[in-house]
Nanobody
Framework: VQLQASGGGLVQAGGSLRLSCAASGRTLSSFSMGWFRQAPGKEREFVSTISKTGVATYYTDSVKGRFTISRDNAKNTVYLQMNSLLPEDTAVYYC???????????????WGQGTQVTVSS
């Protein structure tokens, strides 16, 4: 599966952005999907994942209540709605796919190219 992330940009603290990840090559419903991010000088970290049907979701503690992951399998697209953004949310955001459970973070092995999110204070 090929993944293309978009929707990043520059936003002030407290603002919102919606990231999109378009999949091609395979039917999206075959994959658990996730968003990960990498800040400058830091390792890539998990942000959120969603099950193949979209029924179940999983978030890292720092984004709970602010970010919402969703998917539209008919459009082969996954979204990450980010509200109440903080400067510490600044990172390159990557979408990823896995044929395993959405809870098995180490098995996400198909990656998009990343989209930059910058939150100014």
């Amino acid at each position: 599966v090929q993944l293309q992330a978009s929707g990043g940009g520059l936003v002030q603290a407290g603002g919102s952005l919606r990231l999109s990840c378009a999949a091609s090559g395979r039917t999206l419903s075959s994959f658990s999907m996730g968003w990960f991010r990498q800040a400058p000088g830091k390792e890539r970290e998990f942000v959120s994942t969603i099950s193949k049907t979209g029924v179940a979701t999983y978030y890292t503690d720092s984004v709970k209540g602010r970010f919402t992951i969703s998917r539209d399998n008919a459009k082969n697209t996954v979204y990450l709605q980010m509200n109440s953004l903080l400067p510490e949310d600044t990172a390159v955001y990557y979408c990823a796919a896995s044929q395993a459970s959405y809870l098995r973070l180490t098995l996400f092995n198909a990656w998009g190219q990343g989209t930059q999110v910058t939150v100014s204070s």
